[in-house]
């Protein structure tokens, strides 16, 4: 964990960085409203200035939150708001406390047991499918993508 740039996005308090991806940076935030803590991801902002492809980055930054927040599935994140000011484009998620990706099991010497695996694999797809139904094509399912909760749920 690193220590954020960033000391506050909209009215969010931004605690610590706690993830980086393609499209953003993830902080670990807190909402004062509802008093409890938040993952707030936060667009790069070269990315979004940028004068060849910045409309549309924005544009699937926030389809992303618009999309994602259409779902209601106890395996899939939730997205309770999203925003922006300045230079900021933000989206303010469900904080799964104590999860990691599924990234840090893909070595061979930090493998799963088959049965954990078999019941990652299904409780994945039954997400999938219910966004499917939805209407939602998820476009970046990957094990930097999937959380793993402290209990071993997706």
Same mark, same amino acid.
């Given at each position: ?6 000391? @506050? ?6 605690? &610590? ?8 940076? $993830? ?5 004062? =409203? ?7 991801? /936060? !667009?790069?902002?070269? !990315?979004?200035?940028?004068?060849? @492809? ?7 930054? =926030? ?5 994602? *927040? ?11 708001? !999203?925003?922006? #000011? &300045?230079? @900021?484009?933000?989206? $303010?998620?469900?904080? /799964? ?11 061979? &010497? ?7 695996? /078999? ?7 039954? !997400?999938? &499918?219910?966004?499917?139904?939805? *209407? ?16 071993? #749920?997706?």
């Amino acid at each position: 964990m690193t220590k954020p740039t960033l000391q @506050s996005v909209g009215k969010y308090e931004v605690l &610590e960085e706690i993830g980086r991806g393609g499209m953003g940076t $993830v902080f670990l935030g807190h909402d004062p =409203f509802t008093d409890r803590d938040v993952a707030i991801k /936060v !667009a790069h902002p070269d !990315a979004l200035l940028d004068e060849h @492809s910045g409309h549309r980055y924005r544009k699937l930054f =926030f389809n992303e939150a618009k999309v994602t *927040g259409m779902l209601r599935h106890p395996n899939i994140v939730e997205v309770y708001d !999203a925003g922006f #000011e &300045e230079d @900021s484009w933000y989206i $303010v998620m469900e904080h /799964v406390e104590g999860g990691h990706t599924l990234h840090q099991v893909t070595r061979p &010497e930090r493998l799963l047991p088959l049965p954990d695996l /078999v019941h990652i694999i299904f409780t994945c797809a039954k !997400a999938l &499918e219910y966004a499917h139904r939805k *209407g939602v094509i998820p476009r970046d399912i990957k094990p930097k993508n999937v959380l793993l909760t402290q209990t071993g #749920e997706i």
